[in-house]
């Protein structure tokens, strides 16, 4: 069966503690994406990739990282430097979006990241 | 400024009955697309229907219909036949200009729908 999966699902992470989160694809889609969500809230875009070894901020990159080295894998590292990490992060993909509207962005089943 | 607005934090409806959640936009785009998503409790965000500014007619997928009005710029999801089953938070999104952004997705707050039998 195709699909994204992410891991941990529950995640606690100390203070000054870095922590990462895993998503993995097997769908073959070239663009991944990560979203926090808080309570209450839509979603806003972490970071994204449109390809390996390349990827773009998006709205809320401080305090975040992420690396691309394969097509199937596309990690977040929530840093120190993040100050309110507490959320709900939901990893996306598809296949490369370039000049296509109608093409859907498929989501993972979330990890929940709690403060200590 | 908002670009997705969803303005009913929650909403009823009874089993069987019909429900239209709303959704607003701001976009001076002239080609843009609308999508719908559910999310249940358990997290995952699972697509329902899609809606492009240049299409004429308003979108159906099963149980799923898209009341698109472009001039008042709104894009409400009309479900029809509730089921218990459809109790979730419903979010409307936006994509803009993917040849620069990678297909990135804007979000409204969302709805919780709930569903009473």
Same mark, same amino acid.
């Given at each position: 069966?195709?699909?994204?999966?992410?891991?941990?699902?529950?995640?606690?992470?100390?203070?000054? #503690?870095?922590?990462?989160?895993?998503? %993995?694809?097997?769908?073959?889609?070239?663009?991944?994406?990560?979203?926090? #969500?808080?309570?209450?809230?839509?979603?806003?875009?972490?970071?994204?990739?449109?390809?390996?070894?390349?990827?773009?901020?998006?709205?809320?990159?401080?305090?975040?990282?992420?690396?691309?080295?394969?097509?199937?894998?596309?990690? $977040?590292?929530?840093?120190? +430097?993040?100050?309110?990490?507490? +959320?709900?992060?939901?990893? +996306?993909?598809?296949?490369?979006?370039?000049?296509?509207?109608? %093409?859907? #962005?498929?989501?993972?089943?979330?990890?929940?990241? $709690?403060?200590? | 400024?908002?670009?997705?607005?969803?303005?009913?934090?929650?909403?009823?409806?009874?089993?069987?009955?019909?429900?239209? !959640? /709303?959704?607003?936009?701001?976009?001076? /785009?002239?080609?843009?697309? !609308?999508?719908?998503?559910?999310?249940?409790?358990?997290?995952?965000?699972?697509? @329902?229907?899609?809606? *492009?500014?240049? /299409? &004429?007619?308003?979108?159906?997928?099963?149980?799923?219909?898209?009341?698109?009005?472009?001039?008042?710029?709104?894009?409400?999801?009309?479900?029809?036949?509730?089921?218990?089953?459809?109790?979730?938070?419903?979010?409307?999104?936006?994509? &803009? /200009?993917?040849?620069?952004?990678? *297909?990135? @997705?804007?979000?409204?707050?969302?709805?919780?729908?709930?569903?009473?039998?």
């Amino acid at each position: 069966d195709g699909g994204i999966t992410q891991s941990p699902k529950y995640l606690f992470r100390k203070e000054g #503690q870095n922590v990462t989160l895993s998503c %993995e694809q097997n769908l073959n889609h070239d663009a991944m994406y990560w979203y926090r #969500q808080d309570p209450g809230q839509g979603l806003r875009l972490i970071y994204y990739s449109q390809i390996v070894n390349d990827f773009q901020k998006g709205d809320i990159a401080e305090g975040y990282s992420v690396s691309r080295e394969k097509k199937e894998s596309f990690p $977040l590292t929530v840093t120190s +430097a993040q100050k309110n990490p507490t +959320a709900f992060y939901l990893c +996306a993909s598809s296949i490369d979006l370039t000049g296509f509207w109608e %093409e859907t #962005q498929y989501f993972g089943p979330g990890t929940r990241l $709690l403060v200590l | 400024a908002q670009k997705i607005t969803q303005t009913q934090p929650g909403m009823f409806v009874q089993e069987k009955e019909a429900v239209t !959640l /709303d959704c607003t936009y701001d976009t001076s /785009d002239q080609s843009y697309g !609308l999508f719908w998503y559910k999310q249940p409790s358990s997290g995952e965000m699972i697509f @329902l229907i899609y809606q *492009g500014s240049y /299409d &004429e007619q308003n979108a159906t997928e099963g149980r799923y219909s898209l009341n698109f009005q472009k001039a008042r710029k709104s894009a409400n999801l009309v479900i029809s036949a509730s089921q218990l089953g459809d109790s979730a938070m419903y979010f409307c999104a936006m994509r &803009e /200009d993917p040849y620069n952004q990678g *297909g990135k @997705l804007i979000f409204g707050q969302g709805t919780e729908l709930s569903v009473k039998p």
